[in-house]
């Protein structure tokens, strides 16, 4: 009661918060197992209310509901399924044996572990705001943080139909609070304080918001604007390119974060490809270029490097791939190939930094933290400066270092000298021993 008492003396975003905080501690209390079964039961609940997710996805902007079960519904879902079979893995301590840890520290036995945030802010988009915010609240719950969603323009909707998934399935109150959609909402929570944001949005957004978590040292990962580049190379099935960038201009009503913008196709193909896209200039740059150094210095000028897409024979697309400044490239297709729950995704330079989904984006959910373990009674780092010391560390050097063999040999004779002249027992010079021919 005197919890309760205290949390309504507080102003709200600072009690959300609290409660949010306090409720956390205990979810990253359950095992790994118990609550990826409760992402499990997410999953179902996202397969069973499909229709509903749906709607309240792409209702507001009349999307058909088969564009939103594809672009968003579906995706989740298996988004959801790949933390399942691969949390336990990604999220699991990692135990040091000897295999690397130097010669000196042979008593020291380490782990790393894998910990929650804590408290994560999801700063959603209006576009897509069913998948996007949803990929990164399963993760970050699957590694044991609390979640506030704060929907974008016309995405409470959804936000509130997923909670009602998760709270259905088993997920404790306040594990995942949603927030108004008001950008307010975003920033009392961030003054109340938080322990990572994940922004989905404008560059300008995004620079806003960095200012304000600059004064709280608060992490971030950022996805911000994109201008894609869409490069065509010479043998490239025009007609495909066509198709591809009409998809593309029009999925989710155009506002598509990695859509064709900018088309860099050869001189001697610029018009045809335009006559086969037939769409209106405004949307799309279709511009002439002589070779693909033209076309990299051309995609360059602009600051924006989320993604990009390569149209052409593979062998050269895959080369030019390693060319272009981009988060993610698709050779021969554009956005779908992207809904890969295991493929991580991000941009740079003013597209944004970090990355959400996959692996990677499971892990910028974490924090690590080692715990190293001294065995042993003598700890020789803490008795008094001996005057053999630096003839010590410069023939352990020389062992463990040097660039020949018969300076590793010199090395390991003169730390067994000076090894015994410091009275050190013989394990340890067998120890160290141990290592000649095995240090280049």
């Known amino acids: 009661m005197e919890t309760a008492r205290h949390l309504h003396a507080v102003p709200p975003p600072l009690r959300r918060t609290a409660a949010s905080r306090a409720v956390q501690a205990a979810w990253a209390g359950w095992s790994l197992g118990e609550r990826l079964r409760t992402l499990a039961a997410i999953r179902h609940g996202?397969?069973?209310?499909?229709?509903?997710?749906?709607?309240?996805?792409?209702?507001?902007?009349?999307?058909?509901?088969?564009?939103?079960?594809?672009?968003?519904?579906?995706?989740?879902?298996?988004?959801?399924?790949?933390?399942?079979?691969?949390?336990?893995?990604?999220?699991?301590?990692?135990?040091?044996?000897a295999h690397g840890r130097p010669a000196w520290l042979s008593r020291v036995e380490a782990e790393v572990r894998r910990e929650p945030l804590g408290l994560v802010l999801v700063i959603a988009p209006s576009n897509y705001p069913l998948f996007l915010p949803g990929v990164q609240t399963l993760q970050a719950l699957a590694a044991g943080n609390a979640v506030l969603w704060k929907p974008g323009r016309g995405g409470a909707a959804a936000a509130e139909a997923f909670a009602a998934v998760a709270a259905g399935a088993g997920l404790p109150a306040g594990v995942l609070s949603i927030l108004p959609e008001d950008p307010e909402a975003a920033r009392r929570a961030i003054a109340a304080g938080v322990d990572k944001v994940l922004l989905t949005g404008s560059a300008a957004t995004g620079r806003a918001v960095l200012a304000e978590l600059a004064q709280r040292l608060v992490p971030a990962t950022m996805e911000l604007s994109g201008c894609d580049a869409l490069f065509v190379l010479p043998g490239a099935d025009l007609d495909r390119i066509a198709r591809a960038v009409r998809f593309g201009l029009t999925l989710n009503g155009g506002a598509t974060c990695i859509a064709p913008r900018r088309v860099f196709v050869p001189r001697d193909l610029a018009r045809e490809l335009e006559e086969r896209i037939g769409v209106p200039p405004g949307p799309l740059m279709i511009t002439p270029v002589a070779d693909l150094d033209e076309a990299l210095d051309a995609a360059a000028l602009l600051p924006y490097a989320l993604g990009a897409s390569i149209f052409?024979?593979?062998?050269?697309?895959?080369?030019?791939?390693?060319?272009?400044?981009a988060g993610v490239v698709v050779i021969?297709?554009?956005i779908v190939p992207t809904a890969d729950p295991r493929l991580p995704f991000g941009g740079r330079g003013e597209s944004g930094f970090g990355v959400t989904r996959g692996a990677e984006g499971l892990l910028e959910l974490t924090v690590t933290k080692v715990v190293a373990v001294r065995r042993g009674r003598r700890l020789f780092h803490l008795e008094a400066p001996h005057p053999g010391d630096a003839e010590l560390f410069r023939a352990y050097l020389n062992l463990t270092h040097a660039g020949g063999l018969r300076a590793r040999l010199r090395g390991a004779v003169d730390l067994a000298r000076a090894l015994m002249r410091r009275g050190i027992g013989r394990n340890i010079g067998r120890n160290t021993g141990r290592d000649i021919g095995r240090k280049s």
């Open 312 to 325: 052409g024979p593979e062998e050269a697309a895959v080369a030019l791939a390693a060319r272009v400044r």
């Open 46 to 97: 996202i397969a069973a209310n499909a229709a509903g997710l749906a709607r309240a996805a792409g209702g507001g902007a009349g999307r058909p509901e088969a564009e939103v079960l594809s672009s968003e519904v579906v995706p989740l879902a298996d988004a959801c399924r790949f933390l399942e079979r691969e949390a336990p893995r990604l999220l699991a301590t990692r135990r040091l044996g």
């Open 332 to 334: 021969n297709d554009l």
